[in-house]
């Protein structure tokens, strides 16, 4: 199979042979990896029980997916990247807002993975063979998974969906034998009678449905057009592309989710990575380390292909691999100052509210642009800047759409001073809300009212009419805005 060389340029219709049924599989198999499943025991270590927990990760979920499968129809409109896709909303410049917190999203998510990946296989080595479970044997496991995931990053796309097909089959499998290996510990009530995180029920409710349910969804808002961009809208229709990516996003996030407050009640222990190796039946050891070691690279090398592209799209100079690579060691770095430096259960859940804070006003953005503009872009005006010249009926001011910033800026900075990442964060807006978490419902709510507000009387730039490329078949833009 040949590397991928394509960077965010437009692709041609006739690359773009991939099937909306493949959303599902993308979405699913990347996601059965322990970088997920640990948001899972997010609510657990909160103070919620089983079934608090199960609802307020389906609500989060839920309402995540709802909101953020439309973006998937972007990317299908316009051939490229989401981040590239959304300077038709901010300007061929602008649209670096969207490339950098893809980057910053992208990078977390990856040295997550790789920190609870690596100590998981470091833990269960230990058990099985007697590995020294030192920071030196830590050290060499995070190099190999890293080199894995830059291996799949690099071939790029086609090689991520093979693996992800495979995984979706194999990490279900390893996580119903993991449903059989804690089952005996496993009781509904919450495991430390201590209380609620945020000292009552609501507001630790909601801090989980944020930090573990609606943060899944969330963190797929510059991601998904990676992939619709190789699905053709003349051979698939909106509603297919839709209701797959929700599909995919809701059992991706749910399964791995779920099996993570399973876990964590069923260990009790502090470090979740810790006590899922520490309470493993010795039979359920090399199951463990097959679904630390191989989800990680799955979920990894999703996450820092897209990375490459969002990086290719600020450097449009620099080509996709060599991105890809520069990245990766980004990610490397930011793994062993988890391992080694950090509090990362707390640094984790600061960054997820903070980085949903500001990159639910620019979905916000994107979304609302793409049905005031009724899904037709005009697909060679977005590439001006990766082509390093200027116009286009993007270019607004200087390649800013001033309108769609500061809608973005106010969004962000109330979402922001509305986060409660107790004990890393406090926003000074919580005091004001009850003690509760509203960032996302009020960032979401304050830029949709900005950003309309801000285009009264404003249409849409005219797409002229010889760009075919833009301009999907007129069954699909209906579909679009149905």
């Not at 100052?337 to 990362?344: E, I, K, Q, S």
Request: aromatic share 10%; proline share 5%.
């Amino acid at each position: 199979m040949p590397i991928e060389t394509r960077g965010v340029d437009t692709v041609p219709d006739e690359e773009r042979t991939s099937r909306p049924r493949d959303l599902v599989s993308i979405l699913l198999g990347s996601n059965l990896a322990l970088g997920v499943i640990i948001f899972g025991a997010l609510p657990v270590t909160f103070g919620l029980g089983w079934w608090d927990s199960f609802t307020a990760l389906v609500t989060g979920t839920v309402v995540g997916s709802i909101l953020v499968a439309p973006l998937s129809l972007v990317s299908l409109r316009t051939a490229t990247n989401l981040s590239t896709s959304s300077g038709g909303a901010f300007g061929v410049r602008g649209r670096l807002l969207g490339s950098i917190i893809g980057l910053l999203l992208s990078l977390g998510y990856t040295a997550l993975t790789l920190w609870v990946g690596g100590d998981s296989v470091v833990g269960a080595l230990h058990r099985v063979v007697g590995l020294p479970a030192n920071g030196v044997t830590t050290g060499i496991v995070y190099a190999v998974l890293a080199f894995a995931t830059a291996f799949g990053a690099v071939f790029g796309f086609r090689l991520l969906l093979r693996m992800s097909r495979v995984l979706a089959i194999g990490m279900t499998i390893l996580l119903i034998l993991g449903v059989v290996a804690y089952a005996p510990h496993f009781t509904t009530a919450a495991p430390d009678p201590s209380g609620y995180a945020l000292g009552g029920f609501w507001p630790t409710w909601i801090l989980s449905a944020v930090a573990a349910g609606l943060s899944g969804p969330i963190a797929f808002i510059t991601l998904l057009g990676d992939y619709t961009r190789y699905i053709s809208p003349r051979r698939h229709s909106s509603k297919a592309v839709y209701l797959c990516t929700y599909a995919g996003l809701m059992a991706g996030l749910l399964i791995p989710q779920l099996f993570g407050t399973f876990s964590a009640i069923a260990v009790h222990a502090d470090d979740w990575a810790v006590g899922l190796v520490s309470a493993a039946p010795g039979w359920y050891l090399v199951p463990l380390v097959l679904a630390a070691s191989a989800g990680s690279v799955g979920n990894a090398g999703l996450m820092l292909y897209s990375m490459g592209l969002d990086m290719d799209a600020i450097l449009p100079k620099a080509s996709r691999t060599q991105c890809t690579y520069v990245i990766a060691g980004a990610s490397t770095v930011l793994v062993y100052a988890g391992h080694f430096l950090w509090n990362a259960t707390d640094a984790m859940t600061a960054f997820v509210l903070i980085l949903t804070a500001l990159g639910t006003p620019w979905a916000v953005i994107t979304l609302l642009n793409h049905f005031r503009c009724k899904g037709v872009y005009d697909s060679e005006s977005l590439q001006v800047y990766n082509r390093g010249t200027v116009g286009g009926i993007y270019w607004f001011q200087a390649g800013w759409n001033v309108r769609a910033a500061v809608a973005w800026a106010i969004g962000a900075i109330v979402g922001v001073l509305c986060v409660d990442a107790t004990p890393t964060y406090t926003g000074p807006l919580v005091a004001h809300t009850g003690g509760i978490d509203f960032s996302f419902l009020l960032s979401a709510t304050i830029t949709t009212v900005a950003y309309l507000t801000l285009n009264i009387g404003q249409k849409p730039p005219t797409v002229p009419a010889t760009t075919e490329a833009a301009q999907p078949a007129a069954e699909a833009v209906a579909a679009a805005t149905r």
